[in-house]
């Protein structure tokens, strides 16, 4: 697990990799900051009750570490505009388990989609053990579909579902897990996400609610008129709106973004010792080709349409037998220019899977590290 300072040190970190959504990612670290600290303060009083219980004749008196009540969050932004990306990319810079869940993929039943105790195993399978899996990050994406969708009987199992949640998120039962005890859950960090789209050409919405005007909830009331039972959305601590990204911004992302398809072309052409760009034509034509899949699907969408580049290609089969050129893609095709002198290390990370060892011990702690 990654040390951080602060939630400052944390967010200044996060932000080379999130780019244009520094309210949101700040307003998440510093949850997923305090989140950690718990962990680690719990993790090691377990540790000191190991040693005590080791060495039995010590009386050293050990007083547990809180036990933190924690409201769900709740992200919302357009479809695309970055939500699993900046969850995903906080949570493995943390180190801390987590799952991402689509929430439409929920099912009562193991024949279609995946049942909460498919959930629970998934989160006991990814973590080291059950105790780090009870400090898991679980993300409900897609959360406001629920309560859109379907028939009658379809939405009274989506409410039943809400209601079964609403025990788990609250910390008061386990996370089923099948032909097994479940996880507590009163140290999970839960966040659920939507896009509420699909609410604005719908009626009528949810169970009881009237077509909104805005495009996402503003408030907790908000949350209940797009169709969120009231003893759910009640219970969220607070509402993360993403920012809506410019052209511009796209644009930029499209070129910096570590998950980019572009910079994903210049890790490859790293390996040939070339370089590639973009002109600033093709980079403006791709923002109005993509303009109805971006009003979509957003950043992905201007992905979409990268990968169709037929250049992108013609510069991948080209490279190997024109090494050490400097590529730059433009609206008719691509050009090249030679770089006799230009010797790049490849910009590629390689991640080594080691054989299993046991885990090293954990450090001597003291009681002065524990601050209850």
Not at 48 to 53: D, F, G, L, S, V
Not at 174 to 198: A, E, N, Q, R, Y
Not at 228 to 249: F, K, V
Not at 327 to 335: A, F, I, P, Q, R
Request: charged share 20%.
């Amino acid at each position: 697990m990654s040390e951080f300072k602060s939630p400052d040190e944390l967010f200044e970190q996060a932000r080379h990799a999130i780019l244009y959504q520094d309210e949101p990612l700040m307003a998440l670290c510093v949850p997923l900051y305090y989140h950690l600290r718990l962990q680690k303060f719990h993790l090691k009083h377990d540790h000191k009750q190991a040693i005590q219980q080791k060495n039995h004749f010590e009386q050293t008196k050990l007083t547990a570490p809180p036990t933190i009540n924690k409201a769900p969050l709740f992200i919302t932004g357009k479809t695309g505009s970055g939500k699993t990306h900046l969850i995903k990319t906080l949570c493995q810079m943390t180190g801390v388990n987590f799952l991402v869940i689509n929430a439409t993929h929920m099912s009562n039943s193991g024949f279609k989609g995946m049942t909460l105790a498919d959930i629970g195993e998934m989160l006991l399978s990814q973590a080291k053990n059950e105790r780090l899996a009870q400090f898991s990050v679980v993300f409900f994406d897609e959360f406001d579909k629920l309560f859109l969708e379907g028939t009658n009987s379809v939405r009274d199992w989506h409410r039943a579902l809400a209601t079964e949640l609403l025990t788990i998120i609250e910390g008061s039962s386990d996370f089923p897990v099948k032909d097994d005890k479940g996880i507590p859950t009163h140290h999970m960090m839960f966040i659920l996400g939507g896009s509420f789209g699909m609410h604005q050409d719908n009626a009528p919405i949810g169970f009881t609610a009237t077509p909104h005007k805005t495009a996402t909830p503003m408030n907790l009331v908000g949350l209940s008129e797009y169709g969120l039972p009231d003893e759910l959305s009640g219970r969220i601590g607070r509402i993360i709106r993403m920012n809506e990204l410019t052209d511009d911004q796209l644009k930029d992302i499209l070129c910096k973004s570590p998950t980019s398809p572009f910079v994903a072309l210049q890790k490859q052409l790293s390996l040939e010792w070339c370089q590639v760009s973009m002109s600033t034509e093709l980079l403006n034509e791709l923002v109005v080709r993509q303009k109805d899949a971006i009003a979509k699907f957003g950043v992905r969408g201007l992905y979409q349409g990268f990968y169709e580049l037929p250049q992108v290609q013609d510069v991948l089969r080209c490279a190997p037998d024109n090494r050490y050129h400097h590529y730059e893609l433009t609206v008719d095709g691509h050009t090249k220019t030679y770089q006799p002198n230009y010797r790049p290390t490849p910009n590629i990370t390689i991640k080594v899977m080691p054989t299993f060892q046991p885990e090293p011990e954990p450090e001597h702690i003291t009681g002065d590290d524990m601050p209850f």
